[in-house]
């Protein structure tokens, strides 16, 4: 019935659309902190949903098709984005079990033991040993952590207050309740420039996702186009193959990138770039602002009906 549904709203040829999904994460089990995120069983369980419904293909096949409006029937696309470790130890085992590909867009200045500025704020408050953890020296107040709740509340007031902190003063923000919190934060939350070249070598793409995943719009022209061309040519050097496709961060169109930037991606060399914004992509699509989108429903005919109520809306969203 879902096959029948979705090849309704997204025939082969000129008039289908294609679906592309989008994930960050897949924890080995649950993470109690964050327990919407996909644990391995979860993940196992939507692939074989995704397999059942629609063909998945490489995101070059996909674009290509959209390109020449070759796409078949019930097309879709498997992306991840930031580059963390779990998407090679976790991700990549179950994708080849199932047989099909995903694209990896990996932001390079975090491999090798890097630490995005979010999960040093999260790890430093789910490893901090103390029932309070007080940060009116930095003007962020006092924390209850008794419990995974409020654990998950205090990383969420947090987050609010820092994100949106120029950058060189946010990571001294976190670092600096790291500091307070008196723990040892991990190193091996991303991925390793071994396991990319492994993955890449497994059949999947590895796409760019800037250096240090700065908000593009809140950057000089010049320092966004540097971000983007010194992903990719770090991830070429990594990989020793061409990567074509680039993802923004974030990725919200008019607030986390422009049409400038959807510009300066073509300029830099890439055949494609993928957004946040929800919806399918139709051929004759802008390909610098492909839509993309995931469900978070446990169900399966949730999952399915999401899906197809995604397939429905048209690729609208413009920077």
Known sequence: MMRWLLGRLAPAGKHTRLTVLIFHRVHATVDPIFPREPDAHFFDQQISWIKRWFQVLPLAEAVE??????????????TFDDGYADN?????PILQAHGVSASFFIATGFLDGGRMWNDTLIEALRRCPAPQLDLNVLDLGTHTLGDVAQRRA???TLITQVKHLEPALRQQQVDAIAAQAGVSLPDNLMLTSMQVREMARAGMTIGAH????????????????TEMLESKRHL???IDAPVRFFAYPNGKPGQDYNATHAKLAREAGFSAALSTAWGAAAPGCDLYQIPRFTPWDRRAWRYGLRLADNLRQADYARA
């Open 65 to 78: 098709g959209l390109r020449a409006g070759t796409l078949p029937a019930r097309p879709a696309v498997i």
């Open 88 to 92: 090679h130890d976790v991700a990549l």
């Open 154 to 156: 205090a990383i969420d």
């Open 210 to 225: 800037t250096l240090h995943h700065p908000i593009l719009a809140r950057l000089p022209d010049d320092e966004a186009y």
């Open 236 to 238: 070429e050097q990594i």
